[in-house]
């Protein structure tokens, strides 16, 4: 069965309303503007086009930025900047691995989205703090388990910029479209 996470705020105001299936839609009587919905159906699905397309590649492109973040992270260590640009392709290609596997949950299992992004988020630094006790050398596990917060913070906020970036590229689009 499908699931989806739907804004709470929609759902109390009662803009969305359930049908029997259990499927979403707008209310007319609380939708004034009609072509307000239509443009932002449009909007979104000219998002969903772009990130199915070209977001594997953008996170691909955050290499540079993550193994910025290790160089910063770990301005001690006197490796060249090439270890880190080779362990951040490792990190995005584990990251990757890791957005399948919690996709393919999502779509079988259907388990709450902040479940699974919480698993994400543990899965990735509980992985870097292995290896920066392992590869980086680090002694101690709570400046191990900083460094991975930092870094994960660091690289979750590229790919929000990455995903804030996309969604204006959307609007444009379909605006220029219309």
């Not at 000219?46 to 290499?63: D, E, G, S």
Request: hydrophobic share 55%; glycine share 2%; proline share 3%.
């Amino acid at each position: 069965q499908w699931k989806a996470v739907v804004p709470r705020v929609l759902l109390d105001d009662h803009i969305l309303v359930s049908d029997a299936d259990g499927s979403y839609h707008f209310d007319a009587d609380k939708v004034t503007k009609v072509e307000g919905v239509a443009l932002l159906t449009s909007i979104w699905e000219q998002l969903v086009k772009m990130c199915t397309k070209y977001f594997p590649m953008m996170v691909l492109f955050t290499a540079p930025f993550v193994a910025l973040s290790l160089r910063i992270v770990q301005h001690k260590d006197k490796r060249p900047n090439i270890h880190h640009f080779v362990f951040a392709l490792h990190y995005t290609a584990i990251l990757e691995l890791l957005f399948i596997v919690i996709y393919l949950l999502y779509l079988t299992v259907a388990p709450p989205a902040d479940l699974l992004l919480c698993g994400l988020h543990l899965g990735s630094c509980a992985y870097l703090t292995l290896t920066f006790r392992r590869v980086y050398g680090v002694t101690s596990w709570w400046k191990a388990i900083l460094k991975s917060i930092l870094v994960n913070l660091n690289y979750f906020f590229i790919l929000l910029s990455i995903f804030v970036i996309m969604s204006f590229v959307a609007i444009v689009i379909v605006v220029i479209q219309q």
